[in-house]
């Protein structure tokens, strides 16, 4: 792989909790380094800016191997034909079909929904405790993860009913760290998941956007029954998996930095500028998804060799002191343009939209309902998941005290 190197970094779970230290390590040696994946890889990891940048807009960096041919028909195939996975011009086909549904404006329509939804798991909150009572939650299973998993279904047609199970099955996709047969096992209960949803979904079909794609399925031939799976999955996946940690990261980043907590108190105009900063702080997905070199190619003082596996850390981008100076410092009034939390180029986050939406409704129903929300738990006691793809909190143990005056929700 590519010329001999500085250090190579093995990646394991102390990375998980906290990437930030290895990035800036590695990125104070060389911008792109090599590191070894925990289940043993050796890849490229990207830790600057500029390079990030780059490496997000290169052609010859791409979603498919040299050589590459599809897997044949099998269970995985059903779930990994999707436009995070495809290169021009199948990205644009499959990402055209679904582009309308996330518009800015579009998503404007559901501002209501969202918070109806947001103030329903409030009250729930609330309702924990007596006036004044401390409440003690776990904020992340109560609050950050419920509401994007109930928008991104209603959108989808998806019954929330059955969202223990794809929380469970889909945690194990994004994780670096199951077996191979829990793995297998969990791919293979999701695809069968959505077969046997897409099939209810042609007897019966509904105002939904996977009813949608099933008619540009069936009617139109405009993607295969694979792509169809795989979009339902990246969709529910990408949906969830994301904003609960730009909620729940978010909070804990103010939580514990309390003057930028009570700035933002103090000022809720803030909330467009401080969900931004926390997207660049927080960092819900910390690594790109993979690419894959087509061809041999310089980034950033590394030689990249053709086949060479490339991974862009968008929290190494987002904490580089070349782009956002003291970058370890969150600071809700900065100019956080340009941060890279929903990448960049053709596969740029479809969901930006949504995702920044919720997380400002979130944020400012939380504090407008609780005038107190202190950690239930010494910070360090916290646990991350074990993925290098995302970067969040297994749980968010939090206590809770109602504003004056915020209703009980009882
Ligand atoms: C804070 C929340 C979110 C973050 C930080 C985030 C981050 C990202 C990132 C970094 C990518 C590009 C990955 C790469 O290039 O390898 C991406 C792509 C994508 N995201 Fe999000 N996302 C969020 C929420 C959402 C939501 C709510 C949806 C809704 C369905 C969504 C749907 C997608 C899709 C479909 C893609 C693939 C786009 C393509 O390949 O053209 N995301 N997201």
Redesign the pocket.
């Known amino acids: 792989m590519g010329a001999p190197d500085i250090t190579v970094e093995r990646l394991g779970p102390g990375y998980f909790a906290d990437p930030y230290s290895v990035h800036a390590r590695l990125r104070a040696q060389r911008p792109v380094t090599r590191v070894i994946m925990p289940g043993g890889a050796p890849v490229w990891l990207v830790t600057g800016y500029a390079e990030a940048r780059a490496a997000?807009t290169d052609p010859r960096l791409r979603?498919s191997m040299p050589g590459w041919q599809p897997l044949p028909d099998s269970i995985f195939a059903m779930l990994e034909r999707?436009?995070?996975?495809?290169d021009p011009p199948d990205?644009e086909r499959?990402?055209r079909l679904?582009t309308k549904a996330?518009t800015a404006r579009q998503v404007e329509r559901l501002r209501p929904r969202i918070t109806t939804i947001t103030e329903g798991l409030l009250d729930d909150m609330s309702s924990q405790g007596g006036y004044g009572a401390r409440a003690e939650v776990d904020l992340l299973a109560s609050f950050a993860f419920p509401l994007?998993i109930t928008?991104?279904c209603e959108?989808?047609g998806v019954p929330a009913g059955d969202r223990d199970d794809f929380r469970t099955w889909s945690a194990t996709i994004v994780s670096d760290t199951p077996g191979p047969e829990v793995f297998q096992a969990h791919a293979t209960a999701m695809a069968r998941y959505f077969m046997a949803l897409l099939a209810a979904k042609r007897q019966q079909p509904g105002d939904d956007l996977l009813s949608a794609l099933l008619a540009a399925r069936d009617d139109e031939d405009k993607l295969s029954e694979n792509e169809l799976v795989s979009?339902a999955f990246?969709?529910?996946v990408?949906?969830?998996?994301?904003?609960v940690?730009?909620?729940a990261s978010g909070m804990l980043a103010l939580l514990l930095n309390p003057a930028e907590l009570a700035r933002l108190r103090a000022d809720p105009s803030l909330t467009g500028s401080a969900v931004e900063e926390l997207?660049r702080y927080v960092?819900?997905?910390s690594?790109?998804?993979?690419?894959c070199a087509a061809e041999p190619l310089e980034l950033g003082g590394a030689r990249i060799g053709r086949g060479d596996p490339v991974l862009?850390s968008?929290s190494g981008a987002n904490r580089d002191p070349a782009r956002f100076g003291d970058p370890d410092r969150l600071d809700l009034g900065r100019d956080s343009s340009g941060q890279?939390?929903?990448?960049?180029?053709?596969?740029?986050?479809?969901?930006?939209s949504?995702?920044?939406m919720?997380?400002a409704i979130a944020i400012s129903g939380l504090l407008a309902r609780f005038g107190s929300i202190s950690l239930a738990v010494p910070a360090a006691a916290l646990r991350w998941r074990p993925s290098t793809l995302i970067h969040g909190l297994e749980a968010l143990p939090v206590r809770l005290v109602r504003a004056q005056g915020a209703s009980t929700g009882s």
């Open positions: 997000l979603k999707h436009m995070l996975n495809s990205h499959l990402r679904v996330f994007p928008v991104i959108l989808l979009m990246l969709l529910l990408a949906g969830h998996e994301t904003t940690n730009l909620i997207l960092n819900p997905v690594n790109a998804t993979f690419r862009v968008l890279l939390a929903f990448g960049h180029g053709i596969h740029y986050c479809l969901g930006a949504l995702a920044r919720e997380a």
